[in-house]
């Protein structure tokens, strides 16, 4: 048995301590907002926040969690960062197919926490992990600056 | 005048004869592996205690094939007799030396092309004194020159665990050494003046448990051959033991007990994780070669076959070496060193941030810390480079996965990465070259 | 009509249920959106059509024949059908069509398919019909109502209004009505001029369930009781199973079952990683069959010896130009393999029992799904229901089936249902692959100006084996597309296709289709064209322009936003470029100018990338240059790093570290700008991608006088002192 805070609430899961959290949170708890892409930590899809910090939960075992605070798409609205990027991702319309969108909310979330104005090269630091295929980037750096701005 | 000169150009001659057979001598004659320790060393039977050799104590009643087993794992011969998605034992892998390409044999029982029809004899005369049957004598790639200080007893319970895999049928690869590198039968002299050619003798003023120690960092586990540098004829440099050596690209670091340079600094548990689970949290990750020594044999020795290594490692002499200490923490903005490398810079924003951070402190796993870790604070940047060209080997369950990126970057990116990598978060800027990357890339 | 998503004897409960799995949860999280269940057949639902059910309480509900999947579809298509109908947009809730070429065949196409930029095109005047149908219907059952002229009621909101009398009627308060009706044959459609929400900027309506992970994709399908598995198909294509040895991977805690198939081998587990540990531990011995052999050489050697022989005639139009006769300048370029790679990896969930199987996925192809699953559980398709979802990117990938076949023929060995998700490494490497595509042109130039144009396309048809209907006369009209209708004046014209399926390489559609190779050849030779003429590229496409208007607008608005006459900001080396693409395909037209940076080392910077854009008439302008944006983007993806290679029969490219996509610091900046037209509308998904290679290419020639003829980049063409 695993114990894991996630959004603030407890679970128990029956997996084994190497299982990654990705697939703890997807198949074993059904919270399918976080997505798989590539299962190696290239694309960021499945980002989340273990105590504030983006980690690719594709690489992180559940083992390795302990009792850090896991925050996820579903909860990261919850957070003063999360919403002021949910709301620039709506204003500009940032998703196209989406399916990245979780992955690239969770990690401007913890960009704009830590660092309030964002200059480009912060961006470029803090994005560059996350792919989208369909092309957003443009869109991304704009939102989290407008993210930014918003009080 | 005349007379002097000549008496002069006499003596300077004869200090250079001397001086050069003092050298030659100093580099054919080299202390013993257990030398450095003093005090005496003693047949097995005169040694008093529990016997350093043979299996730790959890397997004393263990069969003969389970021994055999154990002492195979411990010796870590798979990791040689096994080519890229080969069957174990079965041999093919190439081993790229200056002189040219060796491909381990196979060894598994098949009696045309394995070692199915070698007697006991035969084996043992292969493993102790490097000649196999036929009289062929072996390159020292084969260590046999640490293998020879097993016991009878342990390596033919290793021929006894090879005998009861199923034959492979895999014809051996001949070597491609030109001359006079192809001459198998310098290897008699080499032989002569390198290979102690004797079964292991304890030193009676150190307890069983140094000496466990020492029967198997020096013998089966043969770590020297890599972490030993060595002399101009080849021979592991036993003045300097263990004050890093080379394998297959990799620079194998040195593990004395130097502070700085050595493993030193490095608490007793921090050694012993590092050699069970190839990760000492906050110093080394175990990859390329000690990564393949790691899942194929240390990681199958006892915990008490682990403590005796480690507290033999802890007693050779210190060897200091210019590896520089380790670097702290990295700052959160790279610095002037690194702000040109805009390319190293954007390579590991892309792929290489997402698991260790832009800080180099590492997100998803401990594993994953670039900040104070040996590769990173080699100057040489060769390690960093070849992690980035091979990965962390196939996924394993239960350890942090690092993709190869060979297939994606170019020499210039790898090297332009490496650089970085060791800029913003090593101790010293390493200025590998593309061409530098291609050659490891051949490795 | 929908007794697929509504099969008599279960609960709205159950219904409900079945349909959250079935990806319709879109419409839950919609912020105005209810769930909607077609085919419940309450009396007072008005359904004029297969597309609109307008329910008493006045619900309308849009049944969509087009998935989305990133392209803003939902949200166009709602568009249409709420201006003609007079609805506020968010009054309108969304339905995904069942299976049905008969009712929801994409009209181009003829079959259930979403792809090739033709949703709007399609869709154009038949969505605004049928909400123009549908309006008529209501006002005139209203009219009937008050026993006034229907011409004297006007519709808004939602209501129809008599203003003279001041009376009003909700839709719905009509529906049982307007459902007694004939529906007119030729409703009257509005003037745009009168247009509300068409050419206007709206929110899309998917916006907020892809910000806050409630948007459900094939992937997060969660029937009751599902298992989870991963697969394993032989690495070379073609090849079988020989052997097996699962004894390690059945150890694997949560394993439960290893299936072995003639071509496949899968593992079953609690969740996806014990799925994955335990294929890790399979020992799989293939047969790799006869494309053990194949490479990326001897592939492109098959290419130029087909080539050589003679293709079918596309056009043939006066004078010649033979290569090696005089004045004649001749160059072929070439495309590689690439993978479509989108974020969602290919998956399938699959509930397979005697008589009935149900599919959860996300397809560009509805009824080609449903057939596919059908023929693989060896059932009649109207006995497969496919509950579709949101596309976690298509890109052409999703327009194929092989997945589906594959995922029923696991299912058929596993008790209850199992989602099949493939690992990154098989969605790249066992996959269906964009082709290599060669062309080989020749023109005769006098004055500088060609008076003959030969244009020959090297390539597969796709067509042929997608769309057979549309394969004619040997000619396949994707390949060719672009080439035989390209939009300068070149004088005497001859248009050649020579069909050549690379061996063994399964190929399909990717984004930006056949004029990815045409446009990319067609704007490469032009330039080269010319350099030969010592000619500005900008002057010499408007001099071959005259009888296009619409391509010369948006060349001339690229050529003034970017700046062309302008000096370019320097660069470290000096090497510094811009370059044209222009096109005219998909039915819009595109100018693209790249600015480039090279290095000494021959490393390209993208450095901004500026696009005009006429695509007729707009439904979402926000829409449309989202959709450029990201086409720009992707086709950077294959400039500066796209490439499937092949050796030994395998693919060498495996996941994101080896098969490269433009990431954000590597992003130029990026300029669209819509030309106002009135024209028809054209598509938008395609055009995008196909212009960045080809000007990117050109920028590059400027810079270093080296002209690109493969793609991706090569940078050792382009390191100084490197090979020429």
Known sequence: MVKLSINGTVHDVDVEQDTPLLWVLRDVLGMTGTKFGCGVAQCGACTVHLDGTPVRSCQTA?????????????????????????????????????????????????????????????????MAGNICRCGTYVRIREGVKHAASLT | MRGSTKRAALLAAGIIVVAGAAVLGRMMFLPGPLDFAGG????????????????????????????GAYLTAAADCQACHTAEGGTPYAGGRPFKLPFGTLYTPNI????????GRWSDADFLKAVHKGVAPGGRHLYPAFPYASYTLMTDEDVLAI??????????????????????????????????????????????????????????????????????????????????????????GWNAYNITPDTTSGIGGWSPEQIEAYLAHGHAKGKSVASGPMREAVELSFSKLSPSDIAAMRSYLQTVPAVHTSLPAAAGPAPREHGATVADNLDGKRMFEGACASCHAWSGAGVNSAEAQLTAKRAVNDPSAANVALMILKGSGPQVAGRPYMPGFSGAYSDEEIAAVANYVTARFGAAASKITPGDVAKLRLE | MDKHLSTPGTSRRDVLRGLACGGLLLAVDLPLGRLAVAGENAPAVFAPDAFIRIAGDGTATLIMPQVEMGQGIYTAMTMLIAEELDLPLGAVRLEAAP??????????????????????????????????????????????????????CETRDGTVLHTASGRSLPYGDLAAAAARLTPPADPPLKDPKTFRLL??????????????????????????????????????????????????????????????????????????????????KLAIVWDEGPNATLSTDSLRAAMHEAAKQPGVVVKSEGADAQPGAPGVISASYELPFLAHAPMEPMNCTVHLRPGACDVWTGTQVMTKAQAMAAQAAGLKPEQVTVHNHLLGGGFGRRLEVDMIDKAVRVAAHVDGPVKVVWTREEDIQKAMYRSTYGSWLSAKLENGKPVAWRHTVVGPSVIARWLPPAFTGGIDIDAIDGASDQPYAVGGFHVEYVRHEPQGVPTCFWRGVGPNNTVFSVESFIDRLARETKSDPLEYRRALLGANPRALQVLNTAAERAGWATPLPPAAGGRVGRGICLQTVFGSYLATIAEVAVRDDGEVQVRRLVTAVDCGMVVNPDGVVSQIQGGLVFGLSAALHGQITFEKGRVQQSNFHDYRVVRIDEMPAVEVHLVPSTEAPGGIGEPGTTTVQPAVANAIYAATGVQLTRMPIDRTLLAKGGRT
């Open chain 3, 99 to 152: 299976a049905s070429d008969a009712l929801y065949g994409n009209p181009i196409f003829k079959i259930q398919a979403t792809g090739g930029s033709t949703s709007v095109r399609a869709y154009w005047t038949p969505m605004r019909k049928a909400g123009a149908a549908a309006r008529a219907m209501l006002v005139e059952a209203a009219a009937k109502r008050w026993q006034v002229a229907p011409a004297s």
């Open chain 2, 108 to 115: 598994t029982p098949d009696a045309e092309t394995g070692i």
């Open chain 3, 199 to 280: 050419g206007k900027t709206q929110t899309r309506l998917d916006i907020e369930a892809k910000g806050n992970g409630s948007a459900k994709y094939g992937i997060d399908a969660m029937p009751p009781g599902v298992k989870f598995a991963t697969l394993a198909s032989c690495p070379v294509p073609g090849g079988k199973v020989k052997s097996v040895d699962d004894a390690q991977a059945r150890a694997v805690p949560g394993v439960r079952q290893v299936v072995v198939l003639d071509d496949l081998v899968a593992v079953v587990g609690d969740h996806m990683w014990a799925a994955k540990k335990g294929l890790d």
């Open chain 1, 62 to 126: 559940v083992g390795d969690v302990g009792d850090m605070a896991i925050v996820t798409i579903e909860g990261i609205g919850a957070t003063p960062a999360g919403a002021k990027v949910q709301k620039a991702w709506m204003d500009l319309q940032v998703a196209q197919c989406g399916y990245c969108q979780s992955g690239q909310i969770m990690s401007a979330a913890a960009l704009l926490a830590q660092t309030p104005a964002p200059n480009d090269a912060d961006i470029d630091a803090a």
């Open chain 2, 159 to 248: 021929k006894a665990y090879l005998f009861s895999l199923a034959p492979v049928r895999r014809q051996n690869l001949p070597d491609t050494f030109a001359f006079p590198y192809n001459q198998r039968w310098l290897m008699i002299f080499w032989g002569m003046l390198f290979n102690p050619d004797h079964r292991f003798q304890p030193v009676a003023e150190r307890g069983p448990e140094w000496n466990r120690g020492a029967y198997l960092v020096e013998g089966a586990a043969h770590c020297g051959e890599c972490h030993t540098p060595r002399t101009p004829f080849q021979a592991m440099d036993t003045r300097r033991k263990f004050a890093g050596g080379q394998a297959e």
């Open chain 2, 40 to 67: 005496h060393q003693v047949s097995l039977a005169d040694f008093k205690g529990p016997s350093p050799t043979g299996v730790p104590k959890e397997l004393a009643n263990a069969a003969l094939l389970e021994r």
